[in-house]
């Protein structure tokens, strides 16, 4: 007899084609509920794989409940547009199932597709007892040519740059031809192409994006962030502006280039130091509300060297145009160094891994052997305790601060 006594056979719909062709909502939990769901995306679209990874996923509970004393069947969905939205939900829907079937381990059923992202989200919350891969077998013309490039364009990053960029070509072209400065095309052109071959060969790519993703996120009238995040924007906007009309100033058109164009960078760098700040104090806003206050030290961290990068450019301008000689400069370093020294020893105050505070309440907790235990219900007492709420048990297990440790979001046991 296999030593597992609660399993969960598991099917995952990563991109949510349940919910977007069949109007079915994840987690469907029971062996009923996932056939009419299967049947209902066989229906929608005869040709999507996962209708028949569900269909097996049955097929594989029905083989193996007689070896298990307890046994369920559930498909997940994710998101159909974002990778980082889609395990979100995944996780949400599997912690939410785990309340009412805590299982011991887990049969994954999968088209194979997506492998790499589903596995780590199950094993950290059980081991993986069986994993079967459904091939489907289909007609030759559906594995043409055309089809194999109609599935690729689907993902988003491959699609953002095959349609993206000639999109921007052409607008671009547009805009130029109406403002009479359609000569200007090869040479804006060659500029945004490097500026983006750079951001992609320095990794910098996924961090802008990152960045933006949070940006869209934080334009939430329901998110406290808010107007932070729409200061940054206004601001950024601001600096541009300014530095347009302090290039074409008249007083400007006398100097050579160099003195020219000190102050719209000196321009540029400021707002955008303005906008960054606005941008860090809106992260650490949302990291509070998110149960992540664990990186409060880091966005203090990061305001102060933004002002830090700010002081020592604006010094180095001042010499530059003589307004201040070299001693200035190299103060300026000094008093920057003190002050970055200063920042860290205020920073460890805000680490909240270093103490409990309420801030913990909401996360989840990890056995040592890294599996989902439950999550923090309560802090209290003068001892500053935490308690959760057992998954199993259902009772509330009492935590003094020696046993447990906090890794980044988590709670993990350390006995």
């Known amino acids: 007899m296999p030593k597992y006594k609660s399993v969960m056979v598991v099917c995952v719909d990563r991109d949510d084609d349940l919910g977007r062709k069949a109007s079915v909502q994840g987690p469907v939990v029971g062996r009923k509920a996932c056939l009419n769901a299967a049947a209902k995306l066989a229906l929608a679209d005869p040709g999507d794989t996962d209708s028949n990874a569900i269909f097996a996923t049955v097929k594989k509970f029905d083989e193996v409940k007689k070896e298990f004393e307890n046994l369920e069947v559930v498909t997940l969905t994710g998101h159909s547009k974002a990778s980082f939205e889609s395990d979100k939900k995944v996780n949400e829907q599997l912690d939410a199932v785990l309340e009412t079937f805590p299982a011991d381990a887990f049969i994954l059923v999968t088209d194979g597709a ?6 780590p989200i199950l094993q950290s919350r059980a081991p993986i007892y069986s994993k079967e891969v459904v091939i489907v077998k289909q007609a030759q013309a559906v594995e043409s040519t055309y089809y194999t490039i109609k ?21 671009l072209y547009a805009v130029l031809f109406f403002l009479g400065q359609e000569k200007l095309f090869f040479q804006t052109i060659s500029f945004i192409l490097g500026v983006y071959l750079i951001l992609k060969g320095t990794g910098l790519e996924e961090k802008l994006a990152g960045m933006a993703s949070n940006i869209t996120k934080g334009m939430s009238l329901q998110r406290t962030s808010f107007p932070f995040y729409l200061a940054m924007l206004f601001v950024f906007g601001f600096g541009l502006i300014q530095a347009y009309s302090a290039y074409y100033s008249p007083e400007g058109l006398n100097l050579d280039l160099t003195l020219r164009l000190i102050e719209p960078v000196s321009s540029i760098v400021l707002f955008t130091a303005v906008s960054a700040l606005c941008y860090v104090v809106g992260r650490a806003i949302d990291s509070v509300h ?38 200035l400069f190299l103060g300026s370093i000094v008093f920057s160094f003190v002050i970055a020294l200063a920042s860290f020893r205020v920073a460890s105050v805000l680490d909240v891994r270093k103490k409990i505070t309420k801030l913990l309440i909401g996360l989840p907790v990890y056995a040592p052997d890294g599996r989902w235990v439950g999550k923090v219900e309560k802090v209290e007492g003068p001892e500053k305790t935490i308690e959760y709420k057992d998954i199993k048990s259902k009772k509330l297990v009492q935590l003094r601060k020696e046993q447990f440790v906090l890794r980044g979001d988590r709670v993990l046991l350390t006995a």
Request: negative net charge; proline residues 3%; without cysteine.
């Open 114 to 119: 997506e492998d790499d992202q589903v596995i």
């Open 151 to 171: 599935e690729a364009l689907k993902d988003p990053v491959l699609g953002s740059i095959v349609f993206g960029i000639p999109g921007i070509i052409l607008v």
């Open 290 to 327: 998110l149960k992540k206050a664990y990186r409060l030290k880091n966005y203090f961290l990061s305001g102060v060297f933004i002002f830090i990068i700010w002081f020592i450019i604006e010094s180095g301008k001042s010499v530059v145009i003589g307004e201040a000689d070299l001693n």
